[in-house]
C-alpha cells in the first residue's frame, strides 16, 4: 500500500515536472516571437482623438462569471456609427482553458493545460461586460496588430491560471501596441483593464454599472444570481410603465453571466480568489 502511494505520487511529481517543461517551452517560443516583432511593433497614441482615418479599433474587456471573470479583447471595424456594433465570435480574442468542461479549469490551477485562444460563453454579450478600454486605429495600424493577434493565437498552446493567463495574454497584445500593461496579472479581470487604461492615461468605461462586482468564490454570500428570465425583463415600450414598487421583478438588475466556457462551481477555486482565467 506505502509503495502503490509512493509510485503515485512520483507519477504525479513526474507529470507536474513535464507540464511546466511545457509551458517553458512555450513561453521562451512567444518571448522570441515578441521580440522577433519588437522592431515592428505599432506605436499608437491611445488618447488621440477619433478622426476620419482612425476607423479600426481593439477594445480590452472584462466580463463577469460564476468563477471571477474574464479578460478579453474584440477588434475590428466601427460601424457606420461609430461604434463597436453586434460583437461576432471572430472579433474576438482571448486566453482560456479549451472545452465547455470545468476540469481543464481546475487542473490548470496546478499545471497547465491546454488552451483555446477565441471566443467563449458570454464574450458577446454587452450585458455581462464589467470594464472596456478601447483603442482606436488606422487601417495601416489594425493591418500590424491584428496580424500580431492571429500570430499570438497560433503561439499560446497553454494555459495556467497563476503563470500565463487570461490577462498576461491580452496584457502581451497591450505591449505589441506601445501600451503600458499591469504587471499584476492576477488582479480581478475588471480591475486589470481599469488599471490598462489608467496607465496609458485613459479610464475604462464601465457599460453596465448596476452590475455587481465579481464575486469571491467559495465565500458565503457572494454566488451570482442566475442569468435573467424572460419575467425579469422590463416591460415594452408601449406599455404602461410598470414601477419597481409594483412589479420588483421589473427593477431587477443585470446579474453576472451564470456560465462561462470551462467554469467550475464557484467552490471550486475557495483557496485561489485572486486568480483570473
Known amino acids: 500500500m506505502q509503495s502503490n502511494k509512493k509510485t503515485t505520487f512520483l507519477a504525479l511529481l513526474c507529470v507536474i515536472a513535464m507540464s511546466w ?6 513561453a521562451k517560443a512567444q518571448d522570441d516571437n515578441y521580440r522577433e516583432r519588437a522592431d515592428q511593433a505599432v506605436s499608437i497614441n491611445p488618447n488621440a482623438p477619433k478622426t476620419a482615418a482612425k476607423q479600426y479599433f481593439v477594445e480590452f474587456r472584462s466580463r463577469s462569471a ?8 474584440v477588434h475590428g471595424k466601427l460601424n457606420a456609427k461609430g461604434g463597436v456594433g453586434p460583437v461576432t465570435k471572430e472579433m474576438v480574442a482571448g486566453l482560456h482553458p479549451a472545452t465547455d468542461s470545468s476540469i481543464p479549469w481546475m487542473i490548470g490551477h496546478i499545471i497547465p493545460v ?15 461586460i464589467t470594464a472596456a478600454y478601447r483603442i482606436l486605429l488606422t487601417q495601416d495600424e489594425y493591418a500590424q496588430v491584428s496580424a500580431y493577434i492571429r500570430k499570438h493565437q497560433k503561439n499560446s498552446p497553454l494555459w495556467h491560471a497563476v503563470l500565463y493567463n487570461c490577462n498576461a495574454w491580452v496584457g502581451d497584445v497591450a505591449k505589441f501596441m506601445g501600451l503600458k ?21 485613459g479610464k475604462a468605461t464601465r457599460p453596465n454599472p448596476q452590475l455587481p462586482p465579481a464575486p469571491l468564490p467559495g465565500v458565503a454570500g457572494t454566488k451570482p444570481a442566475a442569468k435573467p428570465t424572460a419575467s425579469a425583463k422590463p416591460p415594452a415600450a ?3 410603465a410598470v414601477t419597481a414598487a409594483a412589479n420588483p421583478a421589473a427593477a431587477k438588475p443585470a446579474t453576472p453571466k451564470p456560465q462561462t466556457l470551462a467554469s467550475p462551481a464557484p467552490t471550486a477555486a475557495a483557496g485561489e480568489p485572486q486568480t483570473v482565467r
Open 21 to 26: 517543461g511545457l509551458l517553458g517551452s512555450a
Open 181 to 201: 500593461a499591469p504587471e499584476n496579472t492576477l488582479a480581478y479581470p475588471e480591475d486589470y483593464i481599469t488599471k490598462l487604461a489608467a496607465l496609458n492615461g
Open 66 to 73: 460564476l468563477s471571477y471573470g474574464h479578460t478579453f479583447l
Open 238 to 240: 408601449a406599455k404602461p
Open 114 to 128: 491546454i488552451s483555446e485562444q477565441g471566443w467563449s460563453d458570454g464574450d458577446n454579450e454587452d450585458e455581462y
